[in-house]
């Protein structure tokens, strides 16, 4: 397809970003162009978007940014046969190599030569999207836009609360955020006993009070060791899923998981975090993953059932819509954290 199209273009190497008008891209005989019907901004772009230290050594404008999507086919290169012309999908959003020793066991979501759409490659804040079509997955047809452009994020969640077993457990989701809040959902759907959901923002922690959290805590006004020690009977959370990057609070998450229990890590602190290896780590004998991406394809099977069948729904999670060309208010609600998912509309 020749032409141009909107897109939200990473311009320089510092704050913020630009619309222009670009080429549509040309798609290679592997490759499939999606119309982009709904995109979401994730935390990732908004590293991009500010230029913190992590975006600064990792990508390299100019390009499109943004990788949480949902669109329909529109053109497929003459090799792929898994998906056609008017299917509605969205992304697998890691390109992996299929040649090194993670990936010829299988553990895709791990391959030591992943490059990440938005991030390492052109990404999907645009009018379309070229992407390899392995890397697709159909919706239900009657899932919505930008429900079906969440799942990606969702996944982060999946993977991170499911990366060991929580029926039954104390579950703490520290860092609210969109994945930190869908991280709650699903961990009351997997049968958590408790989920205990900690922020220093209140408009997040009332999201998760509506994604199902049985108790919320504002670290900045309570002590989240002392409520999790009155919340736990003095015993500490059995699971701990790291979503804020931030050093107390990552130190705290250390501090309140019992013995033998586990802490999953999906944030991405910006520089070094002491941990007290010693007594939070080795004397507990607790159990400490790093969480990235989602595992392909099981991690999106669980998503897609866990909404199909209702036992999380995310749209509480979705509070705001922009057209693409207001992509600018979006990022400044993701900064000063005023909302849940923002999703932009090409």
């Known amino acids: 397809m020749n032409g141009k199209m909107k897109a939200i273009v990473k311009h ?17 005989e592997h490759e499939v162009l999606i119309k982009v019907k709904a995109t979401s901004i994730c935390g990732t772009d908004v590293h991009i978007y500010s230029w913190d230290e ?39 959003t890691h390109l992996v190599c299929y040649e090194c020793p993670q ?11 992943t490059k990440i759409i938005g991030v390492d490659t052109h990404g999907c804040f645009a009018e379309y999207v070229a992407l390899p079509a392995v890397n697709l997955w159909k919706n239900p047809s009657d899932m919505p836009f930008d429900v079906a452009s969440v ?28 994945i930190g809040i869908m991280a709650v959902g699903v961990a009351r759907a997997a049968g958590a006993a408790q989920v205990i959901a900690l922020d220093l923002n209140d408009y997040r ?6 994604m199902g959290a049985t ?64 007594n939070d780590v080795v004397f507990k ?32 999670l979705i509070t705001h819509h922009f057209p693409l060309e207001d992509f600018a208010k979006g990022f400044d609600l993701m900064i000063e954290g005023k909302c849940g998912k ?5």
């Open 285 to 316: 004998g607790i159990t400490v993953q790093g969480i990235t991406g989602r595992k392909m394809y099981e991690t999106w099977q669980q998503v897609s059932s866990l909404l199909k069948s209702g036992q999380v729904d995310v749209t509480p």
């Open 215 to 278: 108790a919320v805590v504002n670290s900045k006004e309570q002590n989240p060791l002392e409520v999790i020690h009155q919340l736990t009977d003095g015993n500490g959370v059995d699971v701990v899923c790291e979503m804020s990057g931030h050093p107390v609070a990552m130190d705290q998450g250390f501090k309140m998981v019992t013995n033998g229990g586990r802490v999953s890590i999906l944030s991405l602190p910006v520089r070094p975090v002491s941990i007290d290896i010693t």
């Open 12 to 28: 320089q190497r510092g704050y913020g970003a630009e619309m222009q008008m670009v080429d549509i891209p040309y798609i290679e």
């Open 151 to 178: 799942q990606e994020p969702m996944g982060n969640a999946v993977h991170t609360v499911l990366a060991g077993d929580v029926a039954g457990k104390t579950v703490a989701v520290i860092g609210c955020g969109p």
């Open 205 to 210: 922690l009332n999201l998760a009070k509506e």
């Open 342 to 346: 923002v999703v932009l509309h090409p």
């Open 103 to 113: 990936c010829l066991s299988g553990q895709y979501h791990i391959c030591k030569n």
């Open 54 to 92: 992590w975006s600064e050594s990792r990508v390299n404008p100019p390009y499109i940014f943004g990788h949480e999507f949902a669109g329909e086919v529109v053109e497929t290169g003459s090799k792929v046969t898994n998906v056609k012309v008017g299917d509605f999908v969205s992304a697998e």
